[in-house]
C-alpha cells in the first residue's frame, strides 16, 4: 500500500508563472488536506478537501490559490501568477474517514521555488 | 492562529540520555498529536492523546497532557542518533478536522 505520494519533488517557477502541485492520498483515503511550510517554521493549514467538495478552505490565501480533489485522479493545488513569497514546501496529508481523532499520513512534500 | 507552541526551539543531548519537549496550546482541544519532520522529508504521526486522557506511551515515547494548563509533553528515553529530526505537536479544536502545528523543537541527538 503506497503512501501518500505528491509530485513534482522539487518544483521551480518563475514570477507570473503558474504552479500545479499533485497529491494522490493513500489507497482507501477519501480526505485530504494541504499545509504549507516555510522555512523553519511550522505547518500551516491551507484546505480540506473530500471527493469532489472542498469542506474547509479557511487557510487559503484569497486570490491566486485554488484546491481540487476530483473524482477520478489526484488532488491539485493551484498557485497562478506566482511571487517570491509563494517559495516554501507544500504537504499534503490523507486520512481514511471524517473524525477528528484520526491520524494524517503525510506525503513527503513539494518544494517550490520560485525565482 | 498559532496553537501548539515548543518549548525549547533546539535541543542537543548526549545519545542514551531522555529528550523532554513542551508544547503549550491556547483554547480547548479534541486531541493533541505529536509528529516528526526528519530534514527535508513529510511527517510522521508518533502518538495521538485525547482531551481526557492523561498520559500515553508507545516504545520510548511518554505524552503527557494537562488540560488545565493547557500543555502537553513529549519524553524520548534512551535516544538514538536517529531520532535527530524535529518534533511538532499538533492540535484539533472543535469542529474542525486539520491540524493546528507549533513551530517545532530541533532535537539533536548527538552519537
Known amino acids: 500500500n503506497a503512501g501518500v505520494m505528491q509530485n513534482p519533488r522539487h518544483l521551480v517557477r518563475r514570477r507570473g508563472q503558474e504552479a500545479r502541485l499533485r497529491c494522490s492520498p493513500m489507497k482507501g483515503h477519501s480526505h485530504v488536506y494541504w499545509y504549507r511550510q516555510l522555512p523553519e517554521e511550522g505547518l500551516k493549514f491551507m484546505v480540506y478537501?473530500?471527493?469532489?467538495?472542498?469542506?474547509?478552505e479557511s487557510g487559503m490565501p484569497k486570490e491566486r490559490f485554488s484546491a481540487e480533489f476530483p473524482k477520478e485522479g489526484p488532488s491539485i493545488l493551484r498557485i497562478q501568477q506566482v511571487v517570491r513569497g509563494d517559495s516554501a514546501a507544500y504537504f499534503c496529508?490523507?486520512?481514511?474517514?471524517?473524525?477528528?481523532?484520526?491520524?494524517?499520513?503525510f506525503g513527503q512534500g513539494t518544494r517550490l521555488t520560485v525565482v | 492562529s498559532q496553537q501548539g507552541e515548543e518549548d525549547p526551539q533546539a535541543l542537543s543531548i548526549q545519545e542514551g540520555e531522555n529528550a523532554t519537549m513542551n508544547c503549550s496550546y491556547k483554547?480547548?482541544?479534541?486531541?493533541l498529536q505529536w509528529y516528526r519532520q526528519n530534514s527535508g522529508r513529510g511527517l510522521v504521526h508518533l502518538i495521538l492523546?485525547?482531551?481526557?486522557?492523561r498520559e500515553k506511551h508507545s516504545g520510548r515515547l511518554r505524552v503527557t497532557l494537562d488540560t488545565s494548563k493547557k500543555s502537553s509533553s513529549l519524553l524520548i528515553t534512551a535516544s538514538r542518533a536517529a531520532d535527530t529530526a524535529s518534533y511538532f505537536c499538533?492540535?484539533?479544536?472543535?469542529?474542525?478536522?486539520?491540524?493546528?502545528f507549533g513551530s517545532g523543537t530541533q532535537l539533536t541527538v548527538l552519537p
Open positions: 483554547t480547548s482541544i479534541n486531541n
Open positions: 478537501l473530500q471527493k469532489e467538495n472542498i469542506i474547509d
Open positions: 499538533a492540535v484539533v479544536s472543535g469542529s474542525a478536522r486539520q491540524l493546528t
Open positions: 496529508a490523507s486520512s481514511p474517514q471524517d473524525r477528528d481523532d484520526t491520524e494524517a499520513f
Open positions: 492523546i485525547r482531551s481526557n486522557e
